[in-house]
């Protein structure tokens, strides 16, 4: 069982940036892939990003690219989403989560944590 808690968010400035943290409960090194979702109110959950278990590789939804990083310190059991330039349209509630491999479903998530962006 990996549990997996969020932090990092809250009430930013449009144009500003954070990061947000995901750490896991139990060992996730070179364990499972992990993702970064949201959802907005009103909307479906949306994918991000992932990272495959080395850290070797990532992967971004075209929306995303260019202004998301993901990336992860194993020997911490943290992986990390930084978001630049945000926009009012980044306010959502972000997730992160854990699968075996890349393409199959992911197994474990958090309970999320909510990014807020002011105009």
């Known amino acids: 069982q990996v549990q997996l808690v969020e932090s990092g968010g809250g009430l930013v400035q449009a144009g500003g940036s954070l990061r947000l943290s995901c750490a896991a409960s139990?060992?996730?090194?070179?364990?499972?892939?992990m993702g970064w979702f949201r959802q907005a109110p009103g909307k479906e959950r949306e994918y991000l990003a992932a990272?495959?278990?080395?850290?070797?590789?990532?992967y971004f939804a075209d929306a995303v690219k260019g202004r998301f990083t993901i990336s992860r310190d194993n020997a911490k059991n943290t992986v990390y989403l930084q978001i630049a330039s945000l926009k009012p349209e980044d306010t959502a509630v972000y997730y992160c989560?854990?699968?075996?491999?890349?393409?199959?479903?992911?197994?474990?998530w958090g309970q999320g944590t909510q990014v807020t962006v002011s105009s």
């Open positions: 989560a854990a699968a075996p491999s890349l393409g199959s479903n992911y197994q474990y």
């Open positions: 139990a060992r996730t090194r070179s364990s499972y892939v």
């Open positions: 990272i495959t278990r080395s850290g070797v590789n990532t």
